[in-house]
């Protein structure tokens, strides 16, 4: 069974400051996408940042990066220059190639203090 | 172009009613699914349909029944309310494939069974 695996239920970090989500999955697939999905309180589930299986290169888009490590099945996110609107539900999710349903993990609450 | 569009956002039942939680999305999009998510969980998925007249359930189908008559709409039906079905509804659709494998949220339906 394919799993992903949140294990900070819950993380705080200071307006300006860098903080990292971590995620682990379970699969024997190789062609597979990771993805983070940010929920603010308006419960809008909202894509953060996707990564290929097949690419070596970690993705990033603007503020937010991903450490990608296929060996050790990781998928950490990384959030730089942390702003208040950042503070939100985070969630990891995974989907293998011929696969027609995202697996999610059960979220990190990120609250960004001023 | 409005995305995934679920109505209502807020639903009061009572024990024993039934209801209808609708979705319609305008992306021609073939993947639709229903998720639930309870107070401080992850998402689990209920049921979801690869294209019109396609279903097939997810991981707690029970209480719930779904059609797909058109690519746009996917209704979530409740028969019999039970308080257990407390919970915010999710709808998302999605392309998946080589390239994309992205989900589409709407804003969610929040119901209350008393």
């Known amino acids: 069974a394919q799993t992903v695996t949140q294990s900070q239920p819950e993380m705080s970090v200071q307006e300006a400051e860098t903080v990292t989500l971590s995620c682990t999955y379970d699969?024997?697939?190789?062609?597979?996408?990771l993805f983070w999905y940010k929920q603010p309180p308006s419960r809008q589930m909202i894509l953060v940042i996707r990564?290929?299986?097949?690419?070596?290169q970690n993705a990033t888009e603007n503020r937010f990066s991903v450490n990608f490590q296929k060996a050790a099945k990781s998928f950490s996110l990384k959030i730089s220059d942390s702003q208040l609107g950042d503070t939100a539900m985070y969630f990891c999710?995974?989907?293998?190639?011929?696969?027609?349903?995202?697996?999610f993990g059960k979220g990190t609450k990120l609250t960004v203090n001023p | 172009n409005a995305g995934v569009t679920q109505t209502p956002k807020f639903r009061i039942l009572k024990i024993g009613q039934s209801m209808t939680l609708q979705c319609t999305q305008d992306?021609?999009?073939?993947?639709m699914y229903w998720y639930r998510q309870d107070p401080g969980m992850g998402l689990k998925l209920i049921y979801y349909?690869?294209?019109?007249?396609?279903?097939d359930k997810g991981e707690v189908p029970n209480g719930y029944n779904v059609s797909r008559s058109t690519t746009e709409d996917f209704p979530l039906r409740l028969e019999l309310a039970a308080p257990s079905q407390t919970s915010v509804y999710f709808c998302?659709?999605?392309?998946?494939?080589?390239?994309?494998?992205?989900?589409?949220f709407g804003a969610g339906s929040r119901l209350t069974v008393l």
């Open positions: 998302a659709s999605g392309v998946l494939g080589s390239g994309a494998n992205v989900l589409t």
């Open positions: 699969t024997s697939e190789s062609n597979y996408y």
């Open positions: 990564q290929e299986a097949y690419k070596q």
């Open positions: 999710a995974f989907i293998w190639g011929g696969s027609e349903k995202l697996v």
């Open positions: 992306m021609n999009h073939n993947y």
């Open positions: 349909s690869v294209g019109a007249g396609i279903t």
